[in-house]
């Protein structure tokens, strides 16, 4: 998951706020932090999911 993660949000947002944007540099920094905040949420989302089935799994 980090992987893709990295690949594809972070190179995607990049490379689409800087180029194809054309903001420049401050699009390239713009991409890179949304890059890693999106992810980080749909993460932080995902393993609250994870962790709420292997609850209920050990409850029965």
């Known amino acids: 998951w980090t992987i893709i ?3 594809v949000f972070a190179v995607s947002f990049t490379y ?3 180029i194809m944007f054309g903001w420049g540099l401050t699009g390239i920094w713009a ?3 949304l890059g890693r905040i999106i992810p980080s949420i ?3 989302i995902f393993a609250r999911y994870t ?3 292997i609850r209920k ?3 029965v």
């Open 5 to 7: 993660r990295e690949v």
């Open 16 to 18: 689409m706020f800087g």
């Open 31 to 33: 991409g890179l932090a």
């Open 42 to 44: 749909l993460n932080f």
């Open 51 to 53: 962790i709420k089935i």
């Open 57 to 59: 799994r050990l409850d």
